[in-house]
């Protein structure tokens, strides 16, 4: 029998905070979740990581973007659609745009890459845990669009891996369901 770890037990017991108020994280706190992320798996250390940090009112501009996104994919998309596209980031205190950086190399492909950037979205979700705040990663069909890319200023080598949307919990958490490791594991 494995003794008790505070640290597995952190784990075992992290999710989502789809219900987010203020405060969101300090610019220092914000700082250190990033720090983490930056450890993330990095095959040939490409480094295929990048964040943009969204508060304030720049998270409206974010939902005009958003909006902008849904119009290129859906013409006529309505009221409800565009404005749950508008008011989306301003669920949270402080929204980071996860992306992943795409960089040609002879051993690690495109998908790794991918992987790579995921895993610092999910590492910055564990930093936000440790330091008391709550978060949920956010993607629909936003990551497909090759010109909301271009909108956040970046570059046609980048891929919007997620949105993290970072605050204090409104509310506790929610129920964890059971799971058995037996169910999605199998000795080889």
């Known amino acids: 029998m494995t003794p008790s770890n505070d640290r597995l037990q ?15 994280p300090s610019a220092t706190e914000l700082n250190e979740m990033l720090a983490c992320a930056l450890r993330s798996p990095d095959h040939a250390w490409l480094r295929p990581w990048r964040f943009l940090s969204v508060t304030g009112e720049r998270r409206q501009a974010l939902g005009e973007c958003l909006e902008r996104s849904l119009l290129r994919r859906n013409p ?20 980071i745009v996860v992306l992943a950086k795409l960089q040609e190399h002879p051993k690690v492909p495109y998908w790794e ?3 790579s950037a995921g895993c610092a979205a999910f590492s910055l979700l564990l930093a936000a845990e440790a330091l008391g705040y709550g978060g949920v990663w956010r ?50």
């Open 10 to 24: 952190f784990l075992k017991e992290r999710n989502s905070a789809p219900r987010l108020t203020e405060p969101g």
């Open 76 to 95: 006529e998309a309505e009221g409800a659609a565009r404005e749950k596209a508008l008011k989306g980031p301003l669920r949270a205190p402080t929204v």
């Open 113 to 115: 890459q991918r992987v």
């Open 139 to 188: 993607t629909g069909d936003y990551p497909q669009d090759p010109e909301l890319v271009a909108d956040l200023g970046s570059n046609a080598d980048e891929e919007i891996v997620g949105f993290i949307y970072l605050g204090s919990r409104d509310g506790g958490s929610k129920a964890l369901p059971p799971m058995n490791v037996e169910d999605f594991h199998r000795a080889w």
